[in-house]
């Protein structure tokens, strides 16, 4: 079953105008392994509200990234950087579906024939980015070997 919330656990906002998910995931990829990352957006998917959701792991990491991005400045604009509550959560659209193909006016000679209906163009949603696990191994444990 498709996932319709994305839940992170760190929020951002006063993000710049035209930031995207991968930019904000780049933006917390220093501090632990980047889960997930996604913009809040208008409806209709017309562009972004400035704020967005990063799910970071482990949660040490979080908040190291927390106390280190909280009024930083990105394009010139001072962000805020906070943990999220647990009932925060941005809705992923749904995908658009393709309108149904119209039949296509018969001409004489052609009865026994249907036209191919034409693929309409559609947008594909906009979904969160989801970065693959990396095995980062930098302070798992003190005396930790990578044999």
Do not use: W
């Not at 509200?49 to 400045?73: F, H, M, Y």
């Not at 393709?98 to 191919?116: I, K, L, N, S, T």
């Not at 696990?133 to 302070?139: I, W």
């Amino acid at each position: 079953m498709r996932q319709n919330k994305f839940r992170g656990n760190i929020f951002v906002a006063n993000l710049p105008n035209g930031f995207t998910d991968e930019e904000l995931a780049q933006l917390f990829d220093p501090y632990g392994i980047v889960l997930g990352a996604f913009m809040a957006r208008e409806a209709g998917g017309k562009g972004t509200k400035g704020c967005g959701l990063v799910n970071v792991a482990p949660p040490r990491a979080a908040e190291a990234a927390i106390a280190a991005l909280d009024g930083s400045s990105v394009r010139g604009r001072k962000i805020e950087v906070r943990g999220s509550t647990p009932g925060m959560a941005i809705t992923i659209p749904k995908p658009q579906r393709a309108p149904r193909p119209q039949a296509a006016p018969q001409v004489a000679g052609d009865a026994g024939e249907e036209a191919a209906p034409h693929a309409a163009a559609r947008r594909p949603a906009q979904r969160p980015v989801v970065v693959e696990y990396r095995n980062r191994f930098r302070s798992l444990a003190p005396g930790f070997d990578r044999r």
